[in-house]
C-alpha cells in the first residue's frame, strides 16, 4: 500500500477545543482505517484528490480520500460510494473479490471520513448538487470515463442523483439498500407504528446533527459507539478478533466536524426521510441506464421503492435481489454473496442460471417482479 503525504491539521475555533477534549484527531482516523486495510490482501493506493470547491464557494480545493485497487485492468471500473457515517475501510470485505477482475475505486464522500469537510448548503437540494457535483469534480480528477457505479445506504441516494444528471458516465447504477426512495406518506400508508417514546425522542432531537450524541459525549464517545453498535464489529469477525477495530474507526469518522453529516441533516425531513424522495425522480433516470437493487432480507429499509421502480421503468432493465441472512449492511453481513452477485452484475449478467434451488429462490407474492434470494453458503451461485 502507499499513501500521498497526509496533512493532518485540526479544526480550530471552539469546536477545535472541544475536539482536542475528545479523544479523536485525523491521526487517529487515519490509523483505525489503517488497522482495517491492513487485512485487505490485494494491493492498493491511497491517496487524496483535490476537486474544484466552485460549488461550495471554497477559494481552494477540497480533498477526497481515495483508495484504488487494480487500475491497470482494462476492464470497466467499479466506483463504490459508502452510506451515512461511514468511510472507504468498511468495504474491506469487497475489495478483494470486486477488484479481482476489474479497476475498484472507493472514496470517501465529501464531508465524511477523512475527506475534506466543507460548509454545504443548509437548503435540500442545494446541499444535495454540492454533494453530486463534488463526484463528479472527483470523476474529472481520477480521469474515469465511464464505470459501474454502486452505492449504499445514503450513497445509493447520491448515486442516484448523479446518474440523473450524468447518466452517460453510468455504465450500470448498483443501490445497496439505498436510502431516500421512500416518502414520508408511504409510510404513513403502511401503517408504521411509532411507539409514543420514540416519537417524542425525535421531535427532541430533531434540532440537532444526527451523530451529535457521540461528539457531545467527549471521552466516553468511544464506549458509546461500542454500546450503541455492537453488532458492528461481528460483522467482521472474519478479518480480526479485534473487537474494538471497527468501532473506533466508526468513531473517529464522525467524531469530526460534521460537515457532512450536516449536508445530510439539510436533506432530510422528519428526522431520517429524504425531503425529495428518489423514487419520485428516479423515472427521469435515461432509459438506457439498468438498475440494481440488492436489499438485506432482514433489513430495516423499505424494499417497495425497488419495486416500484421496476414498474416505473418498464422500458429499462430493472432487477431486485434480496439476500438471505443480510440486514442493512447487506455488503457485510453476507459479503460473500454479495461480492458475487456484484461481480455478476459487472460482468454483464442478464438472468440466474443453474441455479441450485436450495440457494435460491424466487419470490412469488410480486408476480411483477422478478427478485431473487440469494441464501446463505451462495459462493456456487452463478448468473448470465
Not at 440537532?208 to 461481528?234: Q, W
Amino acid at each position: 500500500m502507499t499513501e500521498s503525504e497526509i496533512v493532518t491539521d485540526e479544526p480550530s475555533g471552539w469546536f477545535g477545543r472541544w475536539f482536542r477534549w475528545s479523544p479523536t484527531s485525523t491521526k487517529l482516523l487515519e490509523e483505525a482505517e489503517r488497522r482495517i486495510m491492513s487485512y485487505v490482501k490485494t494491493k492498493y493506493v491511497g491517496r487524496y484528490v483535490g476537486i474544484d470547491g466552485d460549488s461550495l464557494r471554497t477559494e481552494t480545493k477540497n480533498r477526497v480520500w481515495t483508495v484504488s485497487l487494480n487500475e491497470e485492468s482494462d476492464k470497466t471500473p467499479l466506483v463504490l460510494v459508502h452510506g451515512f457515517g461511514a468511510g472507504t475501510a468498511l468495504w474491506a470485505l469487497n475489495l478483494d473479490s470486486l477488484a479481482s477482475k476489474r479497476p475498484v475505486y472507493a472514496f470517501d464522500i465529501l464531508g465524511f471520513g477523512r475527506s475534506a469537510r466543507p460548509n454545504f448548503d443548509s437548503e435540500s437540494m442545494a446541499a444535495e448538487s454540492q454533494l453530486v457535483q463534488s463526484i463528479e469534480d472527483w470523476r474529472k480528477a481520477v480521469g474515469l470515463e465511464r464505470f459501474v457505479l454502486l452505492g449504499h445506504s445514503m450513497g445509493g441516494f447520491l448515486v442516484s442523483s448523479y446518474a440523473i444528471k450524468h447518466p452517460e458516465r453510468v455504465e450500470h447504477l448498483i443501490l445497496a439498500d439505498p436510502w431516500g426512495f421512500d416518502t414520508v406518506k408511504s409510510m404513513e400508508e403502511r401503517k408504521l407504528k411509532i411507539p409514543l417514546l420514540v416519537r417524542t425522542i425525535l421531535v427532541l432531537v430533531r434540532p440537532f446533527n444526527p451523530l451529535a450524541g457521540i461528539r457531545a459525549a467527549g471521552p466516553c464517545g468511544p464506549k458509546l459507539v461500542t454500546r450503541l453498535r455492537s453488532d458492528i464489529p461481528l460483522k467482521y469477525a472474519s478479518l480480526s478478533d479485534d473487537t474494538n477495530m471497527i468501532t473506533d474507526y466508526i468513531y473517529h469518522c464522525n467524531a469530526q466536524t460534521p460537515s457532512g453529516e450536516s449536508a445530510f441533516k439539510a436533506m432530510t425531513e422528519n428526522v431520517g426521510w429524504a425531503r425529495y424522495p428518489m423514487i419520485e425522480r428516479i423515472r427521469t433516470l435515461n432509459r438506457d441506464v439498468p438498475i440494481t437493487f440488492i436489499y438485506g432480507a432482514k433489513s430495516w429499509m423499505n424494499r417497495q421503492p425497488g419495486y416500484e421502480t421496476k414498474n416505473i421503468r418498464k422500458d429499462s432493465k430493472v432487477d431486485v435481489y434480496e439476500i438471505s441472512g443480510a440486514g442493512h449492511h447487506v455488503y457485510a453481513d453476507q459479503h460473500e454473496a454479495f461480492n458475487l452477485l456484484v461481480n455478476k452484475v459487472c460482468d454483464g449478467a442478464r438472468r440466474l442460471k443453474n441455479v441450485d434451488s436450495s440457494l435460491v429462490r424466487e419470490i412469488s407474492n410480486l408476480p411483477s417482479t422478478r427478485t431473487i434470494v440469494v441464501q446463505e453458503n451462495s459462493a456456487s451461485v452463478s448468473l448470465e
